[in-house]
């Protein structure tokens, strides 16, 4: 079952563009992780934030958490061309290591 | 962190047939893990691979359909037995990036055209 609903569903930007994404979910969780996927290949873990954090920061990517709204949003600031690729939150819960994954989300990043 | 290698990266089966999709991990890993992607769609989990006992399947999906073997701690494979074109899709393999929960890592894939 998935957890998680990206929002937009797509995304078509200019390159140097911040692009921000949504994902809402629906139980309690552990922590939240967002993962790129290029072209239908395997996926690239990006950011995990924990349950009890509100905010995080890795490079270009900057995540936060709402569990009163059980909402998270992935912001990529300066995009590039090579950003383009579809983008999924994840989410475990409870004492399972199991990630239930959101819909995705496919961001185009034009040059 | 752990690095996967998934093999086949694609194929293209006749309906009837049964593929197996073997992942390698780097280290060993207590758990291993097994997606499907349907076309345009995002990830549902299979079933959960650990070793020394058999797999832990998820809703909607049997054994006898998704067999899974882990003979050890760096390696599975899945089979996708009797297929038929409603398979066609990316199987993806996963395992924990490293201890403590951050996250994880996934094969490659294997993109399945069933014909």
């Known amino acids: 079952s998935q957890q998680g609903e990206e929002d937009p569903q797509a995304l078509s930007i200019q390159e140097g563009e911040n692009a921000t994404m949504n994902c809402s979910y629906k139980t309690s969780i552990n922590n939240l992780q967002w993962y790129r996927q290029n072209s239908g290949r395997g996926l690239v873990h990006l950011i995990l934030i924990r349950s009890n954090e509100r905010e995080k920061h890795s490079g270009r990517l900057r995540v936060t958490l709402d569990t009163s709204k059980k909402s998270s949003s992935l912001l990529i600031t300066a995009s590039r061309a090579a950003d383009t690729a579809s983008y999924f939150c994840a989410t475990t819960q409870g004492g399972s290591e199991k990630l239930v994954f959101g819909k995705g989300m496919k961001l185009t990043v034009n040059p | 962190s752990a690095v996967i290698s998934q093999k086949p990266s694609r194929d293209i089966c006749q309906r009837g047939t049964s593929l197996t999709i073997q992942c390698q991990v780097d280290s060993q890993v207590t758990m291993m893990f097994w997606y499907r992607q349907q076309p345009g769609q995002s990830l549902t989990l299979i079933a959960t691979?650990?070793?020394?006992?058999?797999?832990?399947?998820e809703s909607g999906f049997v054994i006898d359909k998704f067999p899974i073997s882990r003979p050890n701690l760096t390696f599975s494979t899945l089979t996708v037995s009797n297929m038929s074109p409603e398979d066609s899709s990316i199987y993806l393999c996963s395992v924990e990036r490293a201890a403590g929960n951050s996250g994880y890592t996934f094969g490659s894939g294997t993109r399945l055209t069933v014909v």
């Open positions: 691979a650990n070793q020394g006992s058999e797999a832990t399947y």
